[in-house]
């Protein structure tokens, strides 16, 4: 049984535990809504659940989310690293489990695991960043599906897993964790300064723009987006109870034009727009409702 005795620097799990107090106390100050309160236990949950190797071990499941397997609790297998695999070592049958694990969760709740689940997006939500002109995050927006075309084939070619080579979720999930745990044991390779350099550029990301990794670059959000269009989890809007205040498009972290673009695929189902929204012309609700 784990116990903590207040003896961080020499604890293995003060890199989980010491981000989720922060979090805390920035998120309790953030926060605020019916939904958001919610939103808030599930993502601490998820950010637990993760990292709970050290009670189930490495489970062979993937996450419908971005996290690196070689972080030191992963209890689950990353999405892209799963990817990678199939097309650098020709094991195409994992490549079922992946379009299984993506597709089931993703046809069900859409894009919300970026919302609801997702570490990654978690800590977006607690760096805020700013808005961007519109113009520019339209066309940004595309580069997170280039990379995830990319993948495959960087990977059969050199066969090596080509982008976790340099995935700054790597970096920061795994490379970092580790040398805080065992620094004299880490093997450094090439690709260390690199990743590195891409890791401290996505923390300049998240401090400058909400959601930025999000919406911009995510290779798994690239993955999940599309579904928003059928998913049973829908964001509706009810126009004849709206009165154009726009609340719902200045709050929206992805920057949404809503409320005329309720079924965009950049919609992490955060509920922020609902929660904002002085008629209800917002709600979300499963198609079979
Ligand atoms: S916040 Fe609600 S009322 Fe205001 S524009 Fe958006 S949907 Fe309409
Ligand atoms: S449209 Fe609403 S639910 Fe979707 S990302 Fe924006 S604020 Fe969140």
Known sequence: MVVCNLNCPSCPFAYICIPMIIGAF?????????????????????????????IFGSTGLIYTYFYCWESPFALMACPIGVLEHAFADRTWYILVYLVGAIGFASVIFGRAACGWACPI???????KGR????????????????????????????????????????????????????????????????????????FVLIFLMTRGWCRHLCPVGAMMAPFNKISFLQLNYYEEKCVKCFKCAKICPMQIEMPYKNKSTECIRCGKCVDICPTDALDFNFKWQ
Request: hydrophobic letters at 45%.
């Open 26 to 54: 920035i998120a309790l100050k953030r926060y605020s809504g019916r939904l958001q309160k919610k939103r808030i236990v599930s993502q601490f949950s998820f950010l637990f659940i993760t990292n709970t190797a050290f």
């Open 121 to 127: 997006g978690f800590l977006q939500d607690l760096t």
């Open 131 to 202: 808005k961007i002109k519109r113009e520019m995050d339209r066309k940004v927006r595309y580069l997170k599906y280039v990379i995830l075309a990319l993948i495959p084939p960087a990977c059969y070619i050199t066969e090596r897993l080509a982008y976790t080579e340099i995935c700054p979720i790597g970096g920061l999930t795994a490379t970092v964790p580790h040398l805080i745990i065992n620094p004299y044991g880490y093997t450094f390779t090439e690709f260390f300064l690199p990743k590195m350099l891409i890791t401290a550029g996505f």
